[in-house]
């Protein structure tokens, strides 16, 4: 887990300035879809659908296209069929990959995805080949632009709402939860007045590859970018940890 609240906070800055919201758009969209027509379309009773309409929210997409998502993935109006897949590989220095692509058509994206990896020094795998090396999880990072907590305190109000851990790594604290708990600890933390740069469910690596060439870095980042840059693409997931002055010099 080590490194993961790092990465996970720099997807959230690079997120929250993103200037293609159109792109932005589509992809939660597609989450919306997705959710829906897996578990219906009241979200009530479909905490993925819950959380992929707080993120549409928090994303300023108006409700009218919230609504539309939710129709078309319960089938009450037309659109294109989406299939959801994971794909696997690998980055540079062995770095593992797991990539949740949402899809009307496999074959095009297989070959998009195919090429991004073998023009940046990886190779897309077969299904299975990293993904033992994860583990489904809520993640809550609290914002370092908050007003300081007490940790002890902290510990001990995540504890009792049932997280599984709580973890400090460079300044930045995160609480862990089982993927079923995750909006029960969140609502409790909540209430007791904290803020989350980071709220959501992802895939966790059970351990990390240390990069420290910094050419070796930048390739890893820029494989990471272009995949999550692709249209299909939902959400990247690695297990790769920079130290935080190789970061910095490559920010």
């Known amino acids: 887990m080590a ?116 023009r940046n020094g990886g190779n897309l795998g077969e299904s299975g080949c990293v993904a033992w090396m994860f583990e489904r999880k809520g993640l809550l990072v609290v914002d370092p632009a908050a007003p300081p907590v007490d940790e002890d305190e902290l510990l001990m109000l995540a504890l009792d709402a049932g997280a599984e851990d709580v973890r400090t790594e460079d300044g930045s604290i995160e609480i862990v939860t089982a993927a079923e708990d995750f909006e029960p600890v969140k609502e409790a933390l909540t209430k007791a007045g904290l803020a989350f740069a980071v709220a959501e469910i992802t895939m966790i690596p059970q351990n990390t590859v240390t990069v420290t060439d910094q050419e070796q870095a930048g390739q890893i980042l820029k494989l990471i970018n272009l995949l999550e840059e692709h249209d299909d693409v939902q959400e990247v997931y690695a297990n790769f940890d920079l130290p935080e002055e190789l970061m910095e010099a490559l920010n």
């Open 3 to 118: 490194g993961h609240s790092k990465w996970a906070n720099i997807k959230h800055k690079k997120a929250k300035a993103d200037a293609h919201k159109g792109k932005l758009f589509t992809k939660i969209g597609r989450e919306i879809i997705m959710a829906a027509k897996a578990g219906g379309g009241d979200p009530s009773g479909n905490m993925r659908l819950k959380m992929a309409i707080q993120k549409a929210k928090e994303a300023n997409i108006p409700a009218e296209n919230i609504q539309r998502a939710i129709q078309r993935g319960t089938g009450e109006i037309e659109g294109a069929v989406y299939e959801e897949i994971m794909y696997e590989g690998y980055a540079p220095g062995g770095v593992a990959v797991m990539m949740q692509i949402a899809t009307d058509n496999r074959n095009r994206t297989a070959a998009d995805i195919r090429h991004i990896f073998s």
